[in-house]
């Protein structure tokens, strides 16, 4: 069953709004074939193609946990989690614009 998903989201990925537009990739391009890749189980792949994916996975899973079970380090670690996840985005879409 676990491979009829990922068959079905690997045949099913959204096209890229932006870049169908522009011509040029958005910041979130790679996120879909990086979660298959992570779906896969593999990691370095995943992050190979969108380093920030695991970080903001994280996140969620963090914050959906701080919502139910209010941590008192909770928001301090978001906060890092957040901030790390934007600087991956921006450092990795720098060194994709100017890679092609």
């Given amino acids: 069953m676990w491979q009829n ?3 079905w989201l690997e045949n099913n990925l959204a096209t890229c709004t932006f870049q ?3 011509g040029i990739a958005c910041p979130g391009c790679g996120l ?3 979660l298959l890749a992570l779906l896969k189980g593999d990691i370095w792949e995943s992050i190979h193609l969108y380093p920030a994916l695991i970080p903001m996975l994280s996140m969620l899973s963090l914050l959906l946990l701080h919502l139910k079970f209010k941590f008192s380090w909770g928001t301090v670690i978001l906060k890092y989690l957040f901030f790390l996840s934007v600087l991956l985005i ?11």
């Fill in 5 to 7: 998903i990922i068959n």
């Fill in 20 to 22: 169908k537009h522009f």
């Fill in 90 to 100: 921006l450092f990795s879409y720098i060194y994709k614009i100017n890679s092609y």
């Fill in 32 to 34: 879909q074939t990086s």
